[in-house]
């Protein structure tokens, strides 16, 4: 049986066209262009969405993507 590699997510695109639930520390770090200690940091912080699931955290993809969609003013 073999197994599909995915491929990496490295922009905001990538990220948006993922099938996957959630983005790993490493790749979100990579959208966002900074460190994966600052992701880290700001998800231990409550600033970033995040699960722990084990030792292992994970950003949910959805929450993460909605950080960068525009505010619609007129809805509130």
């Known amino acids: 049986m073999s197994?599909?590699?995915?491929?990496?997510?490295?922009?905001?695109?990538?990220?948006?066209?993922a099938d996957t639930a959630a983005l790993t520390i490493a790749e979100a770090?990579?959208?966002?262009?900074?460190d994966p200690r600052t992701v880290s940091a700001s998800?231990?912080?409550?600033?970033?969405?995040?699960?722990?699931?084990?030792?292992?955290v994970l950003i949910p993809r959805e929450p993460f993507l909605a950080l960068f969609e525009p505010q619609m003013a007129s809805a509130r």
């Open 29 to 34: 770090a990579r959208v966002l262009g900074v």
């Open 43 to 56: 998800a231990a912080a409550g600033e970033l969405p995040s699960v722990r699931i084990g030792r292992r």
């Open 3 to 17: 197994k599909t590699q995915a491929r990496p997510i490295v922009t905001l695109a990538d990220a948006r066209s």
